[in-house]
Nanobody, 123 residues
Framework: QVQVVESGGGLVQAGGSLRLSCTAS????????MGWYRQAPGEQRELVVT???????QYSDSVKGRFTSSRDNAKNTVYLQMNSLKPEDTAVYYC?????????????????WGQGTQVTVSS
């Protein structure tokens, strides 16, 4: 199985910053894309940013200009730098990884999620 682990959430005042990290591990042959999603209480999960391998990050309109993603391919790790945080950014942030993994003698695709990390922005 491919494991996806997030870290870096917490409580911050409005206008503050947080940095999230996410690492994928487990017989990964190739990592096609990684992304960040978030889910606020009572709301559906929504895309924050998707980072295709070799491509440019694609941000949701609600975070453009405030959030910046980066990727360390050697470590199968992505980061999300969140600046100018607003109370409406409060949510559980989930990391998603898609790619190909080795399973025995075969390769198979995977689409894995982390357990989520809470981000709370106080006003």
């Amino acid at each position: 199985q491919v494991q996806v682990v997030e870290s870096g959430g917490g409580l911050v005042q409005a206008g503050g910053s947080l940095r999230l990290s996410c690492t994928a591990s487990g017989n990964i042959v190739s990592l096609n894309s990684m992304g960040w999603y978030r889910q606020a209480p009572g709301e559906q999960r929504e895309l924050v940013v998707t980072m295709p391998n070799g491509g440019s990050p694609q941000y949701s309109d609600s975070v453009k200009g405030r959030f910046t993603s980066s990727r360390d391919n050697a470590k199968n790790t992505v980061y999300l730098q969140m600046n100018s945080l607003k109370p409406e950014d409060t949510a559980v942030y989930y990391c998603n990884a898609k790619g190909v993994r080795r399973r025995g003698l075969r390769d198979s695709s995977f689409d894995s999620w982390g357990q989520g990390t809470q981000v709370t922005v106080s006003s």
